[in-house]
């Protein structure tokens, strides 16, 4: 199996969470995205970070309510002051008695580290983790 990193979210999809189709409205999965990188992302430093880019977004399957939804992330790439995380997005749904695993999203999502001010700042790396993430 590959290494999606660690798992950081799961939740469970509602019908307040559809979109017009009746299928979970990709909104709320980018939020899912967002928690799961900024929980990421808090392996390296405990300070504040901000979302700057959704480098990549691919939607490969749709998610239905009741779906329990599993975001895992891992870092990819630490700068000065920003790191990139990927986060693959699964759904567990049961079919006729079948419990089905889908992989129904992945995400390249870049954060910068900031002050109290919102200005850039320096990340404060873990050495010990860097060695973990081998980075």
Known sequence: MQNYGKLRTRIVTMPKDTN???NIFGGWIM??????????VRDLDSGNFATVAVNSLEFKKS???GDAVS????????GNSSVQTQIEVFAER???HKELHLHVTSALVTYVAVDEDGNKRPIQKDDVVLKELRL
């Open 31 to 40: 939020s899912q995205i967002d928690i799961a990188g900024a929980l990421t």
């Open 63 to 65: 998610v239905k309510v």
């Open 71 to 78: 975001c895992y992330g891992k870092i990819i790439k630490v």
């Open 94 to 96: 049961v079919v006729n």
């Open 20 to 22: 017009a189709k009746g």
